[in-house]
């Protein structure tokens, strides 16, 4: 008559008797402890998702959200036929285009968010208008400058300077002494001698 033969109970070991990776296993031995640990916790209802830490946003650009309302940059034909349908034409003293010659008016780079505004201009206003100036040289430098792209000139005439000073909220004279008046938007139209300066945020 055989005897049942009894076998010791099996046990699996746990994560803490996991042998710790050192100089005595191999990369291969490493790989295989490190898939061991994930299938364990996971075993556990660890999402694998938290496993992966989440990136740390750095060198954040403070003018960001600022340049995503401003649009995209727009070449100098396509501005150009933007505010041509809109029935607003585009002037200059040499009668050119050309960026880097300041008698010039060229839209090459300007935002789109600044095309918008101008022909919103003249579809609230019901003015008239024109482009004298937009991001060629010459204008004066800084962050949201013409060049840059942000601000667009336009000729004073009656109808647009009544709608300028009446709709919009006066907030002082600039450095140069030119008034200015802010939109509701934000924007802020500066009266200069023989044209609205205006910057588009």
């Known amino acids: 008559m055989r005897l ?6 099996v046990s699996h070991p746990t994560v803490s008797q996991l042998p710790v990776a050192g100089p005595h296993l191999s990369y291969r031995h490493g790989a295989a402890l490190a898939l061991i640990g994930l299938l ?20 954040l650009n403070p003018d960001a959200a ?70 060629e040289v010459g204008h004066a430098s800084g962050t949201y400058s013409h060049y840059n792209g942000y601000k667009i000139d336009t000729s004073l005439s009656t109808c647009i300077n009544a709608y300028v000073t009446s709709r919009f909220t006066y907030i002082g004279l600039r450095g140069d002494g030119a008034p200015q008046y802010k939109s509701a938007a934000g924007n802020i139209y500066a009266k200069e001698s023989n044209h609205w300066d205006i910057l588009y945020y």
């Open 4 to 9: 049942p033969v009894s076998h010791p109970p």
């Open 40 to 59: 364990v916790l996971s075993s556990c209802g660890v999402p694998n998702a938290a496993l992966t830490p989440e990136p740390v946003a750095t060198d």
């Open 66 to 135: 600022l340049n995503a309302l401003s649009g995209t940059k727009l070449s100098d034909a396509a501005a150009r036929s933007r505010v041509t349908a809109a029935g607003i034409p585009v002037v200059s003293s040499g009668n050119c285009s050309t960026r880097s010659v300041s008698t010039c008016t060229s839209l090459e780079q300007i935002y789109s968010g600044t095309i918008d505004g101008i022909i919103t201009l003249k579809q609230a206003s019901g003015c008239a208008l024109n482009i004298t100036g937009g991001t």
